[in-house]
């Protein structure tokens, strides 16, 4: 499958490799940028400048003159570069019926017939979500849409943490407390993440006061370690609950996960013990009594890291071994593997992936995010600081629905517009930051429904669908069609690059770019819409045509986002 724009960049570049050959009798491999505003595509001839000895600005004028095409409307040499610039009249035509014939799946890319695994949230389930961690299943969830929607066979998981400290420290919170927890408990929502994160929480701070609960708790990961089944079907019954309270809250943020893997079930098979072995047959694993770690330092790592522990002195495994055959066990279903992180992780990830390919296995590629804190600090479930996700989403859908009843006729379903107004806004809010790049919570900006935000998107999509609406007009087939307001042709330009985008946004991993393009494209419609009179206008067949390509494509930015595209507001 291959789209306008696409088209229009391999001929620039067939054009440019053809001028080069017969003009210096070179064969280079010719890379062509995309300049904000200035041209649609250019080539720098630095490179040229370089093997030719011979200034970039003679070799633009000389090789402009050399270039002709289909859809190439005009080149110009500029400061040692070349500009490209499209015939938008065929643009518009090709653009417009394709986006007309494909509909929900313009912008789609051919089917790779490859399978991926995304793992992402894989939070403990000792607790509800805090807004630090709804980064992570936001990440994984909009990666694993822009993959399907990139031709990949796409499955989601969740990787439970169901034999760790946090769920031991759960365990015993809910068995030793419930009396002491009551009146707390009463406080609390009726969701039992909510309820439950009271017992840990007391637990926690007990275990660190008083050592036979310390004992308890470890003697409880004990018993998991060694595939206790009694005890892990009684944790089994009491995190269950908590887990089911996580998925009702990423279902509130339009996510489904395809498949929830217990830990346990790696050791309860025989894949870890398998590992180990595995593990112990290489001359970089060593042994100290029952302990067995891998020696880091000839992989450049040193210091108090540099032995790797797969299991404790006891011989018990430690929770590295189990990810490491959790890993195993993915590559085995998977041609490839994405695990979406938060920064913290990146020593551990690191040593999964050596041991992993001591092993000769799959190594899985990973997206690290940074956290996102409170003005005062970084958020943490066991010491009760934190701003819970149900509270934000609860808080964003008060503020929609204040700003959906001032523009309201009382006819317009509030309480449904107003959740997905307030389900976007979280959405983009922590979609548009690069994963990498640190996010510090601040109510005003997490809930802003104006400039760069999901409503103002939305808006522009509904906006598109009222006036098609008021038109009324069915739209048929597509004969030639002119555009010459300079509003309507980046308009047209902007629409042309969606395909890029996705394709952009998937190589890199880096959703934000997809965010970034909607907002544009929302931004540019509305400029449009301010210059170019719709309807009544002496053009309005060909604009209304332009209006429902910007429709079209604004849904399908916001389905990939994972966001609601609502035609009224």
Known sequence: MKYPFEIFKEEVIMQLEKAIKNLYNLEIEVKVEKPKEIADLAFPCFQLSKILKKDAREISKEISKRIKGEWIKETKAMGGYINFYINVDKLAKELITKIEKMGDNFGKLDKK???????????????????????????????????????????????????????????WGVKNLKE???IMEEKTRKKPDHTYVVYYQIASKLMEEDERVKEEIEEIMRKCEKGDRKILDEMKKIYKNVLEGIVESLRMLNIEIDEFIEESQFVLDGSVEKVIKELERLPHVKKEGKAVYIDLEPFGIHGRDKKFYLTRSDGTSLYAIRDIAYHIWKGERADFLINVLGEDHKLEAKLVEIALKLLNKKTPEVIFYAFVSLPEGRMSTRKGRVVYLDDLIEEAIERAKKEVEKRSNGEKDVEY?????????????????????????????????EGESAPFIQYAHARCCSILRKAGIKIEEINDIKYNHESEINLIKMLSLFPEIIKESIKTRNPSMLAEYSYSLASCFNAFYRDCRVIGSDKEKERLLLVNATRQVLKNCLNLLGIEALEEM
């Open 180 to 182: 002491k927890g009551k």
């Open 113 to 171: 017939n490859l399978k991926v695994i995304v793992e992402h949230t894989s939070a403990n389930p000792n607790g509800p979500l805090h807004v630090g961690r709804a980064r992570n299943p936001i990440i994984g969830d909009t990666i694993a849409r822009l993959l399907k929607f990139g031709g990949y066979d796409v499955i989601t998981q969740y990787y439970v943490d169901d034999m760790g400290k946090q769920v031991a420290t759960l365990f």
């Open 417 to 449: 517009i107003a959740r997905s107004v307030a389900i976007g806004a979280i959405r983009y809010n922590i979609i548009k930051v690069k994963p990498e790049k640190a996010i510090i919570f601040k109510w005003e900006e997490a809930l802003n429904f």
